[in-house]
């Protein structure tokens, strides 16, 4: 039994995306395909009455189901690569993950890394920064990250502040991975070293609240600014299935966040 076992929960959803109205240059529209090329995710172009020029909409059963204008799509996976997240020059207190990203929750991604491709890992970069703002935002409940090796969070300068940030914040921070090296009690974050498949494999990042937090919102905290609300659970999963291509995805769900952590818990 491994984390694997997660993959086949993730329910079969069509959606597509739609730049609507697009006014800027074929290129952009190449570069979103690209994005989503072998991914089961269709990316195409309309006239949309109604709608403003070059607007992204997120399409399932017909029905939007969200939007974000094109330049935050470029602003955030289009025009960057992945060095921007791993230097620092992206840091997760000013990261904003456009809608329509965040609306491919429970898509099951087929992604692979460089050489194979130089763009294809980066949406998983970025939902796995998206994540670790939502923990640091929320200065409380339980956060949980794998490295594969956890050298990584030593030599990725990004990587390295925010988990810094992370460090100091109420949120219980932990972190997963080959133990080939061992963070310093004065990052605090505690280590969970293995050499299994679930250790070498996976990279997954998870956000869940205290107990206690999650209580129905009430119309007051409805109207609660971001900053104030108790942010929903939230996990990435993604497995190794051979050198350099990742099988995963991201899901809101509080159950299946639920069992995911409680695989790590209890096993890793």
């Known amino acids: 039994m491994s984390l694997t076992r997660f993959l086949d929960r993730v329910p079969d959803r069509e959606r597509s995306l739609v730049v609507a109205n697009a ?3 074929d290129v952009l529209h190449r570069m979103l395909e690209s994005a989503f090329a072998e991914q089961p995710i269709d990316v ?3 006239a949309v009455p109604d709608v403003d020029d070059d607007v992204v909409l997120l399409v399932e059963d017909g029905e939007v189901v969200a939007t974000s204008p094109l330049s935050a799509l470029q602003e955030t996976l289009l025009f960057v690569n992945s060095d921007l997240y791993r230097t620092g020059a992206q840091g997760i207190e000013t990261l904003e993950l456009p809608d329509v990203l965040m609306g491919l929750d429970e898509v099951r991604f087929s992604l692979r890394s460089y050489p194979q491709s130089d763009t294809e890992k980066l949406l998983l970069i ?3 920064r998206y994540i670790e703002r939502v923990s640091w935002r929320a200065n409380g409940g339980h956060h949980r990250a ?3 090796s956890l050298s990584r969070i030593r030599d990725e300068r990004g990587t390295r502040e ?3 940030t992370l460090g100091d914040t ?6 997963y991975g080959v133990p080939n090296w061992v963070p310093p009690e004065s990052l605090g974050v505690t280590m969970h070293g293995g050499y299994t498949a679930d250790f070498t494999d996976s990279w997954f990042v998870l956000f869940r609240p205290d107990a206690e937090a999650r209580t129905e919102p009430s119309a007051a905290s409805e109207g609660a600014s971001e900053a104030s609300r108790t942010p929903d659970p939230v996990a990435l999963l993604a497995i190794e299935q051979e050198s350099g291509t990742w099988d995963g995805f991201w899901t809101f769900d509080p159950d299946l966040v639920d069992d995911i952590a409680s695989y790590i818990v209890t096993r890793l």
């Open 126 to 128: 970025v939902i796995s």
């Open 146 to 148: 794998s490295f594969q």
């Open 170 to 175: 109420e949120t219980d921070v932990h972190v």
């Open 23 to 25: 006014t800027g240059p």
């Open 44 to 46: 195409e172009k309309a």
């Open 162 to 164: 925010v988990y810094e």
